[in-house]
């Protein structure tokens, strides 16, 4: 699964730092700089204080890559750059391969990217760099052939985007969050920091890894009025999955998940829903809510109640982690009883058979 999702999840690293007021709670400019990320001329033969230049990145921006000059005026090319942040280092998140910040076992709400080596083989996740045309790609559109951190994070940040999400092609307002004890339920995201301490955006582990946690984050259901195909969503944050799976985004009677016209039997869909569809709304071979109510290990799903998750809807994330994880295409083998192990990442399984049982019987009783 080489291809551009979401959504993920996580933040990637600035190309550049932004106006504190003009920025989301991630790459907000107090601890960065312009220089971090951008070289005016991509020459350095000194550094600031006149000593040697790094050529590996460190803080404060006295470092110069061998790689370049780049497009705009980076010190390294695109995923190269985010990846000096966010892999192996204590000052971001690590969203590649292994968690390096594994301050809870929780952290990482996106997973992981990878380079596709065992066990993050590139059939597990989204691998940055060359990549064919994304599955349900929409048709007549062009592909550009690499999946960038930038495809789906803005990287001077966003005033009200959940994980500086993107493409700007999406209202901020769809991918609104609200950090705080209490949901906000005209946010697509909430995230819960009732007993937590420490500050989002911040530079170390202990500060900001509560915020990544899982069990943390939650998605409120928030149905777009529009009705083209990729716009209409239970939740903004797929959205930006849908900007590359076009087609596999969508409720009834969109045309590439619904696959019939308007007054006819809308059930009969030909790819899974994700969206404008309640949980346990149809009888059957259909999903049932009381199954799962009752589950005490939940995948995450957008609803307007997080008691009888009432309207409650799957997602993207309800199935997939944005970035992957150690698991087929990123998929969450969560077990519905007992409790959330070490291994939540892939949720607890690791029996591809058990996993794919325990993934759908969230939702759905026939087999399970």
């Known amino acids: 699964m080489k291809y551009l999702s979401i959504a993920l999840l996580t933040a990637v690293m600035l190309l550049g730092a932004a106006a504190v007021g003009n920025a989301g709670v991630y790459h907000a400019g107090g601890a960065l700089l312009c220089y971090d990320c951008h070289t005016m001329h991509f020459s350095m033969q000194h550094g600031w204080d006149g000593g040697a230049v790094a050529n590996t990145p460190t803080a404060g921006g006295n470092w110069l890559s061998a790689n370049g000059p780049n497009h705009y005026l980076l010190k390294a090319p695109v995923n190269e750059l985010c990846l000096a942040c966010h892999n192996g280092t204590s000052v ?14 929780n952290n990482r709400s996106a997973g992981a990217l990878n380079v596709g080596t065992a066990p993050y083989n590139d059939w597990k996740g989204h691998t940055l760099g060359p990549a064919p045309t994304p599955p349900g790609f929409k048709a007549g559109g062009t592909w550009g052939g690499d999946l960038e951190c930038t495809n789906c994070h803005t990287q001077h940040g966003r005033a009200g985007a959940y994980r500086n999400l993107g493409p700007r092609s999406i209202p901020e307002a769809d991918l609104s969050f609200e ?3 209490t949901n906000n339920t005209s946010k697509h995201v909430w995230i819960n920091i009732a007993g ?7 530079r170390t582990p202990a500060e900001w890894s509560n915020f990544y946690d899982g069990n943390n984050i939650f998605y409120n259901r928030i149905d777009a009025p529009a009705a083209t195909n990729w716009n209409k969503s239970s939740n903004g944050i797929s959205k930006v999955c849908a900007t590359c799976h076009y087609d596999f985004h969508g409720g009834p009677q969109d045309a590439g998940v619904g696959g019939v016209a308007a007054g006819s039997a809308w059930e009969e869909f030909i790819r899974h829903p994700n969206a ?11 999903s049932n809510l ?12 957008a609803t307007v109640d997080y008691t009888a998750y009432t309207n409650s809807s799957p997602i993207c994330q309800s199935c997939h982690k944005s970035h992957g994880n150690q698991n087929p295409f990123g998929l969450i083998f969560m077990n519905r009883t007992g409790t959330i192990s070490a291994n939540h990442e892939e949720g607890g399984e690791t029996n591809p058979v058990a996993g794919i049982r325990n993934l759908c ?8």
């Open 290 to 301: 009381s199954r799962f109510v009752a589950a005490t290990n939940k995948v995450k799903v």
């Open 276 to 286: 404008q569809v309640n949980n346990g709304a149809l009888t059957g071979g259909h």
């Open 196 to 202: 937590l301490t420490g500050t989002p955006g911040a």
């Open 361 to 368: 019987g969230q939702c759905h009783v026939q087999g399970n």
């Open 92 to 105: 971001a998140p690590d969203v590649l391969e292994a968690n390096f910040n594994a301050a809870s076992p």
């Open 179 to 181: 950090i705080s004890t």
